[in-house]
């Protein structure tokens, strides 16, 4: 059963650091593009960066450019999203999810096609950015 697994969330003061993973099992990252999305409660999920499936392109929303970085290892079949300067705000579930589509993570991409539209979708991990 295709999988993929989130971990690295926690509680951190504003300014700091974390680090995610989203890990797959049943099936390769290869050829997938991975996208990392959030969710604060009582708003909808919005995307946050991706990654496409060589890691050549990336793209990342303007709330996080240039404090958050997405890379991937495919030889550990992770994908890793670094979160820098984190600030309130980015307080939220972080979801990554897969598709079989490079075009999807794109500044185009990431921002036309539905959320819903990503084929495969972790459990998610609590990111809490407080004092």
């Known amino acids: 059963q295709v999988q993929l697994v989130e971990s690295g969330g926690g509680l951190v003061q504003p300014g700091g650091s974390l680090r995610l993973s989203c890990a797959a099992s049943?099936?390769?990252?290869?050829?997938?593009?991975i996208g990392w999305f959030r969710q604060a409660p009582g708003k909808e999920r919005e995307g946050v960066s991706c990654?496409?499936?060589?890691?050549?392109?990336?793209y990342s929303a303007d709330s996080v450019k240039g404090r958050f970085t997405i890379s991937r290892d495919n030889a550990k079949n992770t994908v890793y999203l670094q979160m820098n300067s984190l600030k309130p705000e980015d307080t939220a579930v972080y979801y990554c999810?897969?598709?079989?589509?490079?075009?999807?993570?794109?500044?185009?991409?990431?921002?036309?096609?539905?959320?819903?539209?990503?084929?495969?979708w972790g459990q998610g991990t609590q990111v809490t950015v407080s004092s």
């Open positions: 049943a099936f390769t990252l290869d050829y997938v593009a």
């Open positions: 999810a897969a598709v079989p589509r490079d075009y999807y993570c794109s500044a185009y991409g990431f921002s036309s096609f539905p959320i819903s539209s990503w084929d495969y």
């Open positions: 990654i496409s499936s060589s890691g050549g392109s990336t």
